[in-house]
Antibody
């Protein structure tokens, strides 16, 4: 059974850093396109970052230069390093498996990041 | 960036009714279009991919259609468990979502 479990969210001050983790089971992270998608409170969904099976990474313009997606193949875990956090980064962050760069068939339960002083 | 626009923002319906949700893309996305259902406190759930292909385990009352810039999600007979927010998503050029349509009880 495919499972994705996020962790690492919490309260952080503006300008601070946080690293999110997404532990996967039931499949191999490195063989798939894996994304982070966020949802601000009461708002819609926004794609944030993707790492391709080949290792290439891409980020939305809103987080480019501040966020970094990565993976640890030995731990079958996806990460999102978030630096220079802003209040507008407050959101629930989901990891998701993308089917060959297409739709997102599997999602974690999400982890809440709150950026506030 | 491809902008996805959904209409209406809110739909008030009764169980058993036929429901039609619309999604428009700012430029052609071919059939690289998915639909998701999200209930409060839950992650999104994939309903439809490739504009019209139901995901595994999705009931037949859900159907998708369209191509290029105009897409539709239809629920043939709304069940109580279908009250939720529905998002369309294009994946022809990165990924962008519509703002969502809330299906609520009339």
């Amino acid at each position: 059974e495919v499972q994705l479990v996020e962790s690492g969210g919490g309260l952080v001050q503006p300008g601070g850093s946080l690293r999110l983790s997404c532990a996967a089971s039931g499949f191999t992270v490195s063989n798939n396109y894996m994304s982070w998608v966020r949802q601000a409170p009461g708002k819609g969904l926004e794609w944030v970052s993707v790492i391709y099976s080949g290792g290439s990474t891409y980020h939305a313009d809103s987080v480019k230069g501040r966020f970094t997606i990565s993976r640890d193949n030995s731990k079958n875990t996806l990460y999102l390093q978030m630096n220079s956090l802003r209040t507008e980064d407050t959101a629930v962050y989901y990891c998701a498996r993308s089917e060959g760069g297409g739709s997102m068939g599997y999602w974690g339960q999400g982890t809440l990041v709150t950026v506030s002083s | 960036e491809i902008v996805m626009t959904q209409s209406p923002a809110t739909l008030s319906v009764s169980p058993g009714e036929r429901v039609t949700l619309s999604c428009r893309a700012s430029q052609s996305v071919l059939t690289n279009l998915a639909w998701y259902q999200q209930k409060p406190g839950q992650a999104p759930r994939l309903l439809i991919s490739r504009a019209s292909t139901r995901a595994t385990g999705i009931p037949a009352r859900f159907s998708g259609s369209g191509s290029e810039t105009e897409f539709t999600l239809t629920i043939s007979s709304l069940q109580s468990e279908d009250f939720a927010v529905y998002y369309c998503q294009q994946y022809n050029n990165w990924w962008t979502f519509g703002q969502g349509t809330k299906v609520e009880l009339k």
